[in-house]
């Protein structure tokens, strides 16, 4: 996704650029302190979202969304919450986040712009099957989109989710994965296991097969996969 930042307050503009430099598929594609020439930029230039400070000399964040020639999704950033009442009358506007800003928060924004953006192209509700998550690798949070993950699988000290293009080792716990998946799409086949429903091919000899891999399914899971696939016979 693109997006720029406006800001009156370059610390705050610093502040954001980098949480958003530690987000994979993130890509901020200027940065202004002046928002006449923010709406120039716009003009030209194409981006998913914007970042907006709502308090500007001259113009505020109210008033550059009536400027823009061309619609954009916005998120409004602000130091006064209460100010912010008004975002409801936007539809247009996302989300806001108070300053100071918290990655975690600008997570959370980006989230629900990634899902506005899907329902602008569909035109379909976007079921919590299709959240993505986002893990910390390397002091940078990479998106994992849930409908590539395959399957998951318990080491001692950590996990590893393993998707159609590679696999991701954290240091978390089956539990707590479990925890931001979808129950209609994930279940557990065994102590050390989480299968995605969709990816299986084959089921043989207390086995479920994903793209060659060989998932073992245990006594105590057995009932519980049995139940969820539909079998014909």
Do not use: W
């Not at 009442?85 to 975690?104: H, Q």
């Not at 996990?159 to 991701?168: A, F, G, K, V």
Request: charged share 25%; net charge positive.
């Amino acid at each position: 996704m693109t997006c720029i930042i406006i800001d009156d307050d370059k610390t705050a503009i610093d502040v954001l650029t980098k949480h958003c430099s530690k987000i994979e598929n993130l890509y901020v594609k200027r940065t202004f302190l002046n928002p006449k020439l923010a709406l120039k930029f716009l003009n030209n230039n194409k981006v998913d979202f914007i970042f907006l400070d709502l308090h500007m000399p001259k113009i505020n964040g109210y008033s550059f969304i009536n400027l823009i020639a061309t619609p954009q999704k916005v998120i409004i950033t602000t130091i006064d919450r209460d100010s912010a009442y008004r975002a409801f009358e936007y539809n247009c506007i996302v989300d806001y986040i108070e300053k100071p800003y918290t990655l975690e928060r600008v997570l959370q924004s980006l989230r629900k712009i990634e899902k506005s953006i899907s329902l602008s192209k569909f035109g379909k509700t976007i079921h919590d099957t299709h959240k993505d998550l986002y893990v910390e690798l390397n002091n940078k949070f990479v998106k994992i989109p849930v409908a590539g993950i395959q399957f998951i699988k318990r080491h001692l000290n950590g996990i590893e989710i393993y998707t159609t293009r590679r696999s991701y080792f954290i240091k978390s716990s089956l539990n707590k994965v479990m925890q931001k998946l979808s129950p209609s799409m994930f279940i557990r086949t065994h102590q050390s296991y989480i299968i995605n429903l969709t990816k299986i091919t084959n089921i043989k000899n207390g086995m479920v097969l994903i793209n060659q891999n060989k998932i073992p399914v245990s006594r105590s899971y057995k009932n519980h996969l049995t139940s969820r696939i539909n079998i014909f016979k």
